[in-house]
C-alpha cells in the first residue's frame, strides 16, 4: 500500500522557521516527482514546491521563493520542505504529493498520491 506521510507541522512565530518531512513507502517512486501543496482556511490547495525523482530540479511557487527550499534523501523515501522566514500567510494544512510528471504543471487534481496532510500555524 502506497503511503505517503507528513510530519513537522506545528504552531511558529512570525520570521521563524520548519521543517516538513513527507516519508514515502510502498513502491518505488521511479520518475515521480514529489513535493508540496497547501490549504489556508476558507482557500483553495495550492501548489508550493516540487523535487524531481533525480533531485536535479525543483520548482517553487512564487510566494515561496527565497524563503522555502525543498529537498529529498539520498534513497528518494523521504521528501523534506524547509520553510524560513515564515509569515502568517503561510498558515495552511500542507500536502505532500507525487505524481507522473509536474506537480506545478498537472495541479493538484492529476496528482497519483497524496498524503493525509500536515497543519502549519504562523502567529503574528
Known amino acids: 500500500q502506497v503511503q505517503l506521510v507528513e510530519s513537522g507541522g506545528g504552531l511558529v512565530q512570525a520570521g521563524g522557521s520548519l521543517r516538513l518531512s513527507c516519508a514515502a513507502s510502498g513502491r518505488t517512486f521511479s520518475n515521480y516527482a514529489m513535493g508540496w501543496f497547501r490549504q489556508a482556511p476558507g482557500k483553495e490547495r495550492e501548489f508550493v514546491a516540487e523535487?524531481?525523482?533525480?533531485?536535479?530540479?525543483?520548482y517553487y511557487a512564487d510566494s515561496v521563493k527565497g524563503r522555502f527550499t525543498i529537498s529529498s534523501d539520498n534513497a528518494k523515501t523521504t521528501v523534506y520542505l524547509q520553510m524560513n522566514s515564515l509569515k502568517p500567510e503561510d498558515t495552511a494544512v500542507y500536502y505532500c504529493?507525487?505524481?507522473?510528471?509536474?506537480?506545478?504543471?498537472?495541479?493538484?487534481?492529476?496528482?497519483?498520491?497524496w498524503g493525509k496532510g500536515t497543519l502549519v500555524t504562523v502567529s503574528s
Open positions: 523535487i524531481s525523482w533525480s533531485g536535479g530540479s525543483t
Open positions: 504529493a507525487a505524481v507522473r510528471g509536474s506537480l506545478a504543471r498537472m495541479g493538484e487534481r492529476r496528482m497519483d498520491y
